[in-house]
């Protein structure tokens, strides 16, 4: 497993925008992925990306709104949140799932498949 910290949560108004940050504490070939819990409600997947950041997806909710990418040379992932609704609130977790040399164009949607998850980040959209 590899240490993840998120930042870059916080409060905005709809149709705003964040950016929140994914930081592994070691340097690990993964694929990772975000996922989001809303209070109430099931934990559920976000976005997803390959280890070398040529593949990714997007649950339909946010897909044409948010962006997922990635730069290994500082073991980060981000998620860029444009057009930010209400709806959109919840805590929000980075995941990672070590990958071998033939796996590196594989992204993973269920949570089953990590092994590695940060503390969450909260993401608040007032209307």
């Known amino acids: 497993q590899v240490q993840l910290v998120e930042s870059g949560g916080g409060l905005v108004q709809a149709g705003g925008s964040l950016r929140l940050s994914c930081a592994a504490s070691t340097a690990r070939m993964d694929a990772n992925g975000w996922f989001r819990q809303a209070p109430g409600k099931e934990r559920e997947f976000v976005a997803g990306?390959?280890?070398?950041?040529?593949?990714?997806a997007y649950d339909d909710s946010v897909k044409d709104r948010f962006t997922i990418s990635r730069d290994n040379a500082k073991n980060t992932v981000y998620l860029q949140m444009n057009s930010l609704k209400p709806e959109d609130t919840a805590v929000y977790y980075c995941a990672a799932k070590p990958v071998g040399l033939f796996l590196t164009q594989t992204y993973y949607t269920r949570g089953d498949d990590y092994d590695s998850w940060g503390q969450g980040t909260q993401v608040t959209v007032s209307s």
């Open positions: 990306i390959c280890w070398t950041g040529r593949n990714t």
